[in-house]
């Protein structure tokens, strides 16, 4: 069975800092990419960063220079260190994972942690 767990989220004030943490099992965890996504109600989910089975990352403009995603394929954990948090990154923040193959696609999602920023 797969599954997703997000952990770490909270109530921080502006400048601060939280670390994300995301537990995966039930799939072959170093063959995937995975991302965190965030979302606010009413609008669309927000990929953040991701970082590939080659450990290859990406950011989001908004949080270039102040988050940063890592994994660790022994335990099949991927982290998000976020740092100097603003008002405007409070959202339900999702991890997901995802391989894709000639004529196939698998995509998890995990079932989202909230973070607040605020003072």
């Known amino acids: 069975q797969v599954q997703l767990v997000e952990s770490g989220g909270g109530l921080v004030q502006p400048g601060g800092s939280l670390r994300l943490s995301c537990a995966a099992s039930?799939?072959?965890?170093?063959?995937?990419?995975m991302s965190w996504y965030r979302q606010n109600p009413g609008r669309e989910r927000e990929q953040v960063a991701a970082?590939?089975?080659?450990?290859?990352?990406y950011y989001a403009d908004s949080v270039k220079g102040r988050f940063t995603i890592s994994r660790d394929n022994a335990k099949n954990m991927v982290y998000l260190q976020m740092n100097s948090l603003k008002p405007e990154d409070t959202a339900v923040y999702y991890c997901?994972?995802?391989?894709?193959?000639?004529?196939?696609?698998?995509?998890?999602w995990g079932q989202g942690t909230q973070v607040t920023v605020s003072s």
């Open positions: 039930g799939f072959p965890f170093g063959t995937y990419a």
């Open positions: 997901l994972a995802e391989r894709v193959a000639t004529n196939r696609e698998w995509v998890y």
């Open positions: 970082i590939g089975a080659g450990a290859g990352t």
